[in-house]
T-cell receptor
Framework: AQKVTQAQTEISVVEKEDVTLDCVYETRDTTYYLFWYKQPPSGELVFLIRRNSFDEQNEISGRYSWNFQKSTSSFNFTITASQVVDSAVYFCALLLEGTNAGKSTFGDGTTLTVKP | DTGVSQNPRHKITKRGQNVTFRCDPISEHNRLYWYRQTLGQGPEFLTYFQNEAQLEKSRLLSDRFSAERPKGSFSTLEIQRTEQGDSAMYLC????????????FGEGSRLTVL
């Protein structure tokens, strides 16, 4: 069975600090997809990134960057120069190939609070 | 069409009553999903539709739960004889016809059973 662990339940930083959200996953499958979603106070989860298991290249998008390391089964997310609007719950998710997209396994989320 | 729409946003009901939630997905999306999310946890998959066909149901979906998508557009999730343990956020998401596509979520319907 697959599992996603987000060990950090809550993180609090001051604006402009960098922050890294950890995600560790477990699966015996060799082909899978990893996702990060953001859930602001309004409730809807917003897709941030998808990475497939064969692509270990790190990705940067503005202030966001993702570090995927298969050797440690981790897919960490870094926000550089955090802003108050980054305050949200962030979820990491794992989807096995061949499984319908809705059956992603989600972690329990990390609540990020960015203080002004 | 700006996204997935869910209503009502909040529902408070007494134990034993029936409740129904509605989800309007993004219009060109064939796939629609329902999830349950409790405090401090990620979404848990309940059921999945491709067009009007309900293709998969989780074991979490007890006999008291039923979901429909009659014309392949909006969907309803009904909970009969509600119990306090049903209190949760019920999320709807939609996606294009792809198993690797990103999910587009609604803002959820929060159910409180007294």
């Amino acid at each position: 069975a697959q599992k996603v662990t987000q060990a950090q339940t809550e993180i609090s930083v001051v604006e402009k600090e960098d922050v890294t959200l950890d995600c560790v996953y477990e699966t015996r499958d060799t082909t899978y997809y990893l996702f990060w979603y953001k859930q602001p106070p309004s409730g809807e989860l917003v897709f941030l990134i998808r990475r497939n298991s064969f692509d270990e290249q790190n990705e940067i998008s503005g202030r966001y960057s993702w570090n995927f390391q298969k050797s440690t089964s981790s897919f960490n997310f870094t926000i550089t120069a955090s802003q108050v609007v980054d305050s949200a719950v962030y979820f990491c998710a794992l989807l096995l190939e061949g499984t319908n997209a809705g059956k992603s396994t989600f972690g329990d989320g990390t609540t990020l609070t960015v203080k002004p | 069409d700006t996204g997935v729409s869910q209503n009502p946003r909040h529902k408070i009901t007494k134990r034993g009553q029936n409740v129904t939630f509605r989800c309007d997905p993004i219009s060109e999306h064939n796939r629609l999903y329902w999830y349950r999310q409790t405090l401090g946890q990620g979404p848990e998959f309940l059921t999945y539709f491709q067009n009007e066909a309900q293709l998969e149901k989780s074991r979490l979906l007890s006999d008291r739960f039923s979901a429909e998508r009659p014309k392949g557009s909006f969907s309803t999730l009904e909970i009969q004889r509600t119990e306090q343990g049903d209190s949760a956020m019920y999320l709807c998401a939609s996606s294009r016809d792809s198993n690797t596509g990103e999910l587009f979520f609604g803002e959820g319907s929060r159910l409180t059973v007294l």
